[in-house]
């Protein structure tokens, strides 16, 4: 449904975007990780029609993203990452506005907006002016937007950015929604817990590259062979941690306040010999966890070493 082929952006003389191909199938949720900066919103912006490409081609639902805009516009619903409402203007007004913009006729229009609205849980702030919405609303209002005509595709950069706890959970069972309607959704963020469980596949970028991309399941397995083990220590956290360090299979180490995420590169006999040494060794520890790689340590040991 989406394809990028060897697409790439230079803004003067910086490279923006390397090289980038992309596939995403009909039905996918797509989530677009990367640190700031990163190149998400230039390959969006390009997808959506707003900027050329420097290299490379895209399609969208068929459709030529430089031969054919008018028709990739057609199919996508596009939230910006600085989306604006127009002020001034009363709900249900913005919303007839992108309705005309897409030419849906007058008879279409309302049931479309109170379908929209109610989808969007936002059928009680119909006649509300949209300066007068909270941030979350705001940010609900806008993605009622991208869906009035009814598009396959949702390109979605950032959605949840800024949002408190409760409205991103809000997001994430809207997108899960969406998913079920049978919309393709590219959505981007840098908080990769954000979208951990809502997406069916993802890609990670940085400094413009693509570093991987695949079905979550897959991109989890190709790491798997890197174990995470989680200690929270209650006694002799220094000789603990000396024995991590002087481990060889240790890949990283990270130190939180409350206890050490360990990365090995290791099977079960190194994780039991571990688990042996510290505690032959007087170490005191509350939990040892041998737990799967989260999404967070997927970018963490897909970027490591690969982009200097
Ligand atoms: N119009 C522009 N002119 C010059 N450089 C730009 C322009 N737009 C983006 N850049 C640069 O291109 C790089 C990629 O920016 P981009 O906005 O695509 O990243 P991003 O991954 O979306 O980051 P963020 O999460 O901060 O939005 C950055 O270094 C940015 O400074």
Request: one cysteine or more; proline letters at 4%; aromatic letters at 6%.
């Amino acid at each position: 449904m989406i394809s990028l082929s060897g697409f790439g952006k230079d803004y003067g003389d910086f490279m923006a975007v390397d090289s980038i191909d992309l596939q995403i199938d009909a039905g996918e949720t797509f989530g677009f990780i990367g640190p700031n900066g990163a190149g998400k919103s230039t390959t969006i912006r390009f997808l959506a029609t707003l900027l050329r490409a420097s290299r490379g081609r895209g399609e969208v639902a068929g459709c030529d993203v430089m031969g054919d805009p008018v028709g990739v516009r057609q199919a996508i619903g596009y939230m910006p990452d600085n989306f604006g409402v127009y002020d001034g203007m009363r709900v249900w007004e913005f919303l007839d506005f992108f309705a005309v913009a897409y030419r849906i006729g007058r008879t279409d229009r309302k049931q479309i907006i109170d379908n929209v609205l109610e989808l969007l849980d936002l059928s009680h702030k119909r006649d509300d002016f949209v300066n007068g919405l909270s941030r979350g609303m705001k940010q609900r209002l806008c993605l009622a937007k991208t869906l009035v005509h009814d598009p396959p595709v949702l390109i979605l950069d950032e959605p949840a950015s800024g949002l408190d706890p409760r409205a991103r959970i809000e997001v994430k069972a809207l997108l899960k929604e969406l998913r079920k309607m049978g919309k393709t959704i590219l959505i981007s963020s840098h908080i990769l817990t954000e979208l951990a469980d809502c997406c069916t596949s993802i890609g990670i970028i940085e400094r413009g590259q693509l570093l991987m991309s695949g079905p979550i399941g897959s991109v989890y397995r190709q790491i798997r062979r890197n174990r995470f083990v989680e200690i929270q220590f209650l006694a002799n956290e220094e000789a603990g941690l000396s024995i991590l360090r002087s481990c060889p299979e240790l890949r990283s180490l990270e130190q939180e306040p409350s206890r050490v995420v360990a990365e090995l590169e290791a099977d079960d006999e190194v994780i039991a010999g571990l688990m042996e040494q510290l505690i032959r060794e007087g170490v005191r520890m509350r939990s040892f966890n041998d737990r799967d790689p989260t999404l967070e340590d997927v970018f963490m040991t897909v970027t490591k070493g690969l982009v200097t």
